[in-house]
């Protein structure tokens, strides 16, 4: 079965520190990868994305995620936490087949001052 | 990036009532559509895809006759809730897919947050 998973439901990173969200996935045919932020009572937004080409891939807001095949992975991360980047992150994937799209669980950003 | 709006962002109802929610692709026509639900601090369901002119396509689990949903026109798709129930007290939120020469992409809306007393 297809899904995805996101080890930590929270995380925790003092601002100025490094951010890292962990996102593995399970797929037999290559998918493409998205992460989303959603800030309280919002829409999501999307940060980067993963389609095809170079595997490292730059979103907006400093973050960026590297998506590696031979460890089904595709984690987020960004140099220098800010305040503004506390939120909930979801990673999800898009099955190029059916185009449904299934979210992890999420992963709820702390960034202490 | 395109734009997808949501009508309304908030609805407060009375149970038994039906309440409909707009989901329209301002800039963009979308011949598919997705509609999620988010239970509070939880991650998003895919409840069903919507196809312009066709069924909508309900995933294992939903009931269609319970959400009801029409996708009308290539930029506008509707979820009607039925005899809505403290349960169905939800954040719902619907997707949009751009397919252009080379990119296939979807975008979200902001949500609607039902309130079902």
């Known amino acids: 079965a297809q899904s995805v998973t996101q080890l930590g439901s929270h995380v925790s990173v003092s601002e100025g520190a490094l951010v890292l969200l962990r996102c593995n996935y399970s797929?037999?045919?290559?998918?493409?990868l998205f992460w989303y932020v959603q800030y309280p009572n919002q829409g999501l937004q999307l940060l980067l994305k993963?389609?095809?080409?170079?595997?490292l891939v730059k979103g907006i807001n400093g973050f960026e995620a590297e998506f590696k095949k031979s460890e089904t992975s595709f984690h987020l991360t960004k140099p220098s936490a800010h305040m503004s980047d506390a939120a909930e992150y979801f990673c999800?994937?898009?099955?190029?087949?059916?185009?449904?799209?299934?979210f992890g669980a999420g992963t709820r950003l702390f960034v202490k001052a | 990036g395109a734009v997808v709006s949501q009508h309304p962002s908030r609805v407060i109802c009375k149970s038994g009532t039906s309440v409909k929610i707009e989901c329209r692709s301002l800039?963009?026509?979308?011949?598919?559509m997705f509609w999620y639900r988010q239970f509070p601090k939880q991650s998003l369901m895919l409840m069903a895809t919507?196809?312009?002119?066709?069924?909508?396509?309900?995933e294992q689990g939903v009931e269609k006759d319970k959400f009801l949903i029409n996708h009308a026109s290539l930029t506008l798709s509707t979820l009607t809730v039925t005899s809505a129930h403290p349960e169905d007290s939800s954040f719902y939120i619907c997707?949009?897919?751009?397919?252009?020469?080379?990119?296939?992409?979807?975008?979200f809306g902001p949500g609607t947050r039902l309130t079902v007393l």
């Open positions: 997707s949009a897919r751009e397919v252009l020469d080379r990119t296939d992409t979807q975008y």
């Open positions: 797929s037999s045919v290559p998918p493409y």
């Open positions: 993963y389609t095809t080409g170079a595997t």
């Open positions: 999800a994937v898009t099955y190029t087949g059916g185009f449904k799209t299934i």
């Open positions: 800039d963009f026509q979308a011949t598919t």
């Open positions: 919507s196809n312009e002119g066709s069924k909508a396509t309900y």
